[in-house]
């Protein structure tokens, strides 16, 4: 199984407030033996996150989906469930 992360973040500090904001994009892959290629699980997807800390205990997380990605793609093959093997990629 293979698992693609790219992460951006950008931190703005103000006077009273913090706030963390950035996007995920993100694909899971298993390698298929057959045809020997990597076959996706999960297609690309991005995500938009804001973190914001105030003064007090106030936080709030808001999380969006990316603009430029408008499905969530989910593929289950019956070779993905029967494949007895798993390939680790570090």
């Known amino acids: ?12 500090m103000l006077p009273n407030k913090i706030i963390l904001s950035g996007n995920l994009l993100q694909s899971f892959s298993y390698f298929n033996p057959y045809p020997s290629k990597w076959e996706p699980i999960l297609e ?8 914001v800390k105030e003064e007090n205990p106030k936080m709030s997380l ?16 019956e070779e993905m469930v029967t494949c007895r093997e798993i390939y680790l990629i570090s």
């Open 1 to 12: 199984m293979y698992l693609a992360l790219d992460i951006t973040m950008v931190m703005k």
């Open 62 to 77: 808001f999380i969006s989906t990316d603009q430029n990605f408008e499905n969530l793609n989910i593929n289950i093959s």
């Open 44 to 51: 690309q997807f991005g995500l938009n996150f804001d973190f």
